[in-house]
């Protein structure tokens, strides 16, 4: 199987780090940015399968990016994953395309499930 690429955008650089080195276990490919800015150029450069975003991030937040990524590059399947969430955020995001919206601290095994499903829904579009 192909080894899915993995974008984790967060601003909370321990945070992003540590699932960094989790996914890798898993044996994800996992790129890193650590705000919406260094994420997009990310994205320009190497397109990655799915997307696991912060919303509340400095500069451009996360919903920002989401729109960008969506009208861009629609095939990439974009995760919130946010600790200062609120209904009206879960209920934009996915008006916005993401594919799931998931809180902070996040069960490890559940976000690896949902990635997962995320790239198979990838593949089949």
């Known amino acids: 199987m192909?080894?899915?690429k993995l974008l984790l955008v967060d601003?909370?650089?321990?945070?992003?780090?540590?699932?960094s080195e989790r996914m890798t276990m898993r044996d994800f490919g996992t790129d890193i940015a650590l705000?919406?800015?260094e994420a997009l150029k990310i994205v320009d450069n190497e397109v990655p399968d799915v997307m696991v975003l912060d919303l509340k991030m400095p500069g451009?937040?996360?919903m920002e990016v989401l729109k960008r990524i969506k009208k861009h590059y629609p095939e990439i399947q974009v995760i919130i994953l946010t600790g200062h969430g609120s209904d009206k955020d879960e209920q934009d995001?996915?008006?916005?395309?993401?594919?799931a919206y998931l809180t902070k601290p996040v069960n490890i095994n559940l976000l690896v499930a949902k990635i997962k499903e995320a790239y198979a829904l990838k593949v089949t579009v």
Request: without cysteine; charged residues 35%; negative net charge.
């Open 2 to 4: 192909k080894q899915i």
């Open 11 to 19: 601003d909370e650089e321990e945070l992003v780090k540590t699932l």
């Open 35 to 37: 705000n919406g800015e």
């Open 60 to 62: 451009i937040d996360g």
């Open 93 to 99: 995001s996915m008006e916005l395309g993401a594919f």
